[in-house]
């Protein structure tokens, strides 16, 4: 499957499991929101310049808000992932390391579980901080922004580590050899 196609059907797919699953699931007595959709970014190409990155996070997060009837939380969020997620790569990996030798981020790319969490995490915290922010649109209560951005991102986490146990993605490592 080529690439574009392969991007499309993730985009749809995240998109229609977040709205119509993950979004009626009712945590809200323990302050929990499940965000899975936001690993469409995530998982895009080492290689994809960072322009297109953010704006496939854009058009990802804008399609979100448009079910959903936000303003715009949803596309600043994505946006803000897809900004920093070069940097993070650069910061994890070495230069000479997976965005050389293989097509997109995964516990097999990144070297393991644990710093594909710690890249994962990262994220999923910067993304559900700053859509927890813009919804308040305060720190009125302090606590409750620190116990629900943190309960959120731990159920984030565990879906990612549940999707990337049922959906691996197959990986071929590139070598400069003949």
């Known amino acids: 499957m080529s690439l574009l196609v392969k991007t499309i059907v993730r985009f749809i797919l995240f998109i229609l499991l977040q709205f119509y699953v993950l979004d009626k699931i009712h945590l809200q007595q323990m302050m929990v929101t499940p965000y899975l959709y ?12 960072r322009a297109w990155v953010m704006l496939l996070g854009f058009a990802l997060g804008f399609t979100l808000d448009s079910f959903r009837h936000h303003p715009g939380f949803h596309a600043a969020a994505c946006v803000l992932i897809a900004y920093v ?7 994890m990996i070495p230069q000479e390391g997976a965005e050389t030798n293989y097509e997109a981020p995964s516990v097999k790319s990144m070297g393991g579980l644990l710093p594909y969490m710690i890249f994962a995490g990262t994220l999923c915290l910067l993304h559900n901080a700053w859509l927890f922010l813009l919804e308040a649109w305060q720190f009125g209560n302090v606590w409750y922004f620190l116990v629900k951005t943190l309960l959120s991102t731990a159920i984030s986490l565990v879906l990612i580590v549940i999707t990337e146990l049922i959906f691996v993605r197959k990986q071929k490592f590139k070598t400069n050899t003949i």
Do not use: H, T
């Open 85 to 91: 997620r070069p940097f993070l790569i650069n910061f």
């Open 38 to 49: 936001f690993l469409f970014i995530l998982w895009l190409p080492f290689k994809m310049q």
